[in-house]
């Protein structure tokens, strides 16, 4: 399985001097927090992508290095602010800025709710947005808002260069505006995150940090076009080219099958009269179709296609339809069991073996006893627990972010 040699959700970091290539004689890489490329042509230069404001420079100083021909066009591969933060670095006199026709939208969508989703974002990137690179006399460079040139509304194609590009916007990627760039002389499909932000993974339908939900069928629909194109090379959002026709239509095709598989299982529990939550207990993957889950996870998008198709009301309890969380009680059942420190001893004996369960007991002490010793430390050996199993890099993170709080209640010794 691909993935299995491919960087990792753990990999992504800021553009550094000392990550970046040439990929061929003609397309360069720079890696960050999403990669850059540039493309080299007679008569000028092509960038696909521009890292986020902060990292442009070290994107663009490459570039540069590489080639001093003029940014004839900018080309972003979708609007997510990792892929389109830097075009003001790249944008010159008569530079062609190229996004889909959606791009406006995504915009506006993303600054709507720019303040809730730092918050969210913040504990899985934390470490990057702390170290910033401040060139620029120590100033950090805004994040671009771009505003294109030319909008693909289906499919585009321009030549630079004797070079032909073609531009094909497809819907069911990781935005709403979300394109490939496909160089059919070379066989080479630059994708960005059509298909998520690591190749060879289960993609994220929903993010934990907080996004609409994606359509899987609309996924699958994108990666046929994806194999339509009969791709040599890859050259994706995160990581270095994926190469060989016959790996990319395997690995494709696995990733396809994969939500598929997933997508009709959900549909066939919902049929059959289950809930969700024995769903995600019992759904499970052949061996045939296995795929990384370093990213998205099975269960998460699972949940996601279930809500996509159901909503947020589960039919499984009154309350649902009602703005008083379960939390609400929590004190009131803590003092029936006989008060804070039975339910942490309770939630401290299951900690090993059933870790979200001593978690939801701990959260019940906690309620009822703000800042009590042994919930915490209860809870933090459930947390601990977890960590050491995780694999994925959203689930890692956070649980890494709830050990720290944590830690700063008081219980970092436990």
Sequence with gaps: MLWRSRPTGFDIRPATTIRRRAINDFVYLSEGNSNAYLIVTTEGRIVVNTGMGFEAPVHKAYFDEVDGRPVRYVVLTQGHVDHVGGVDAFREAGTEVVAQANCAAQQAYDARLAAFRQRRAYFAFAESIDRKQQPQGGRVPVQSRPAPTITVHDRYAFELGGLRVELIAVAGAETEDSMLVWLPAHRICFTGNVFGALFGHFPNLVTIRGDRYRDALRYVETLDVLLGLGAEMLLVGHGGPVVGHDVIRTELERMQAAVLHVHDAVVAAMNAGSDVWTMLREIRMPPELEVGEGYGKITWSARAIWEMYSGWFHARSTTELYPVPYWKVSPDLVALAGGPDPVAAAARARAESA????????????????????????????????????????????????????????????
Excluded: K
Excluded at 361 to 374: D, S, V
Excluded at 384 to 409: D, G, K, Q
């Design 355 to 414: 870790p979200v369960e001593a978690i939801h007991l701990a959260e019940a002490a906690l309620a009822a006893a703000p800042g009590h010793a042994g919930a915490v430390a209860a809870s933090l050996a459930a947390h601990r627990v977890l960590l050491a199993r995780s694999v994925n890099f959203w689930e890692t993170r956070w649980l890494e972010h709830e050990i720290r709080r944590l830690e700063r209640l008081g219980g970092g010794g436990a």
